[in-house]
Structures are given as structure tokens and as C-alpha cells.
């Protein structure tokens, strides 16, 4: 299975240069990227990729989270319309066959409606990945303790019978407190859970 890869990069502008390091360096199919902080007004652009993005405004008008697919021009893929309240975007992507990949944003001060979360699923053609930061706390994915978050999401993927392709590494270092966490997820449906090889990387900032 070619390299898809997954990042809240915080900030999109900002990380330019490092996404362009990381396409050069293992020339991803796609790359699902969170908390992009882009408003509608600006262009986000990279060469030989096409950009699906759910720009995200908190009230006072600021850019908060938002979520963003770059899809090399290399594969053939088609863009999913979804109707969610969720920061969610999803493309078709061809690889030997046809993939839908979601990219998730869930921030941790909001609470997530469980009815949301199936929707979701719901819209996405099978099989398919979800990629994205749950901001949730468990067990089943490496965390020390459960927060309720965390419980919602395990709660999830019983309910849809999906894959956990995490493998148990920390994929966040929290500076303030300096932990490490384990909050970006990787899911999907069975069926395609033995082409996928969950690897934890190190890039940018």
C-alpha cells in the first residue's frame, strides 16, 4: 500500500516548508493535516498536489483547527461531500483499488455528538480511513489513563467494527507539561487493515 500520511501540523502557512520536505522525502499518495489555521480569504497552495480543506472559525472571527486532504496529481482520487458539523474533509484515492481517506479534526475542549461521529461513517463509501487528532485518552491506543473522550471513541469503533492500526508509540509531546500522549488516531475498516503499517514519524517543530 503506497505512504499516506497524517499531521496536525498547527498551523498550515507555517509548515509549508516542512510538508514540502516530507513529500520529498517518502512521496506520500496523501496527506491528511489538522489544525491548519486557514480562513476561507487564504490560499494554500503545493505543487503537484490538489487541496481539499474545512476551514474552522472559533467566534471572536479567528481560525481555529480546520483540516485539509493534499492528494498528489500522480494518483487518480475524487473528492467525498459530506454533510457533518464535524472539521472532516474525505477523498476516493486509487490505489490497487478504490480507498475513501478522512481526515479528522476533534478539538478537546468541544463536546462531540455520538450521532455526529455515525453520520460520518454513514457518508464514507467502504472501504475506508480516518485519520486525524481524537484528543481522546485510552488504553487500546497506548494511554496511561481513559478520559471520556477517549471512552466515546472506543465506544465508536465497537460500533462500527473498525481497525485500530495505532501500535501503542506517543505520536504528541505536550511541551507545559512534558508528556508524551498518544492522540492521533488511525482507523479503518477491516478489510484493509492488513495493507496498512501504523508508523509513528518525527517531522518539523
Known sequence: ???????????????????????YEVHPVCIALQETYLKPADIAKIKRYSLVRKDNENESGRASGGVALL??????????????????????????NLVTICTLYLPPSTSVDERDLNRLVDELPTPFIILGDFNGHSPLWGSKNTNLRGRQIEEFVNTHSLSLLNNGEDTYFHQRSRTFHSLDLALCTPSIAPYFNFRQGSHGP
Open 71 to 96: 492528494v498528489s496529481h500522480d494518483t487518480p482520487s475524487s473528492v467525498i461531500t459530506l454533510h457533518t458539523n464535524l472539521q472532516a474533509v474525505a477523498v476516493r484515492v486509487m490505489f490497487s
Open 1 to 23: 500500500m503506497a505512504c499516506v500520511v497524517s499531521w496536525n501540523c498547527r498551523g498550515f502557512r507555517s509548515k509549508v516548508c516542512h510538508i514540502k520536505d516530507l513529500i
